[in-house]
């Protein structure tokens, strides 16, 4: 096991920082302080959230942004409403070269992991962008939840077309702008099982959607997604 010895090495010279992620607190294990946590529930609790796409600010079990999607996704959880603290550790996690947060992040987040799913597959990023990043933070946060007693990891998924980043999109721009861009690259290891899709923060939902489908067209029996974040539904008028 060179690969866990190696890591175990790095971890004696270069510990990872046993901080809360959001108010930096030191803790004594990984993840949030046990306020921060509480905080960031009751916050998810009071602002309402869509049973079925993770969405903040719905009232009732469902929303409009997946009122259209189709059966076999069966749903997101998401863990944070993508604000202040939660946003913050996010862009750290994704911009900032922080890939050490994975295992907090993943401590975090490993008790909202949808019922049923068998395995779990990260959100591809195309590799001009992986050059660019060095890392997929959806992968490093999948394979820490399988580490951290998850189900196991397949990298199912590959952009196969770089495409211009989302943010500033139109919902429908946004659909056409991944359209043919992402592809299955292990059929087998997906047919006929549950996937939980894992990716950082879910927006208008097109990406989960546009994986969802192309698993589903190589054999998956059913998608959900795991995400740290969603938005507030733009419908609640946030
Ligand atoms: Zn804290
Ligand atoms: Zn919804």
Redesign the pocket.
């Known amino acids: 096991m060179k690969g866990s010895f190696l890591r175990g090495l790095l971890e004696v010279i270069l510990p990872t920082p046993r901080n809360c992620l959001f108010c930096q607190e030191a803790i004594g294990g990984f993840g949030l302080c046990e306020t921060c946590a509480a905080a960031y529930e009751k916050k998810a609790r009071l602002n309402g959230q869509?049973?079925?796409?993770?969405?903040f600010g719905?009232c009732g079990r469902?929303?409009?942004?997946?009122?259209h999607?189709p059966k076999y996704l069966v749903r997101?959880r998401a863990v944070w409403p993508y604000e202040k603290e939660a946003r913050e550790a996010i862009l750290a996690y994704k911009y900032h070269q922080q890939p050490w947060m994975a295992k907090g992040l993943a401590q975090a987040s490993i008790g909202y992991l949808p019922a049923g799913v068998e395995v779990l597959v990260p959100v591809p990023l195309h590799a001009s962008r992986y050059r660019e990043r060095g890392y997929n933070q959806s992968s490093l946060l999948a394979k820490a939840l399988a580490a951290t007693g998850g189900p196991p990891v397949v990298e199912a998924l590959r952009r196969t077309k770089a495409t211009p980043h989302q943010v500033g999109l139109s919902k429908a721009a946004r659909l056409h702008n991944l359209d043919g861009a992402i592809a299955v690259a292990r059929p087998e290891a997906i047919a006929g099982r549950h996937i939980c899709l894992v990716d950082d923060v879910i927006t208008t939902?097109s990406t989960i959607e546009h994986c969802a489908r192309a698993l589903h067209t190589a054999g998956a029996k059913a998608v959900s997604a795991l995400v740290l974040a969603a938005g507030f539904?733009t419908l609640a008028g946030r």
């Open positions: 869509c049973q079925r796409c993770g969405s719905v469902s929303c409009d942004v997946c009122r999607w997101v939902g539904s």
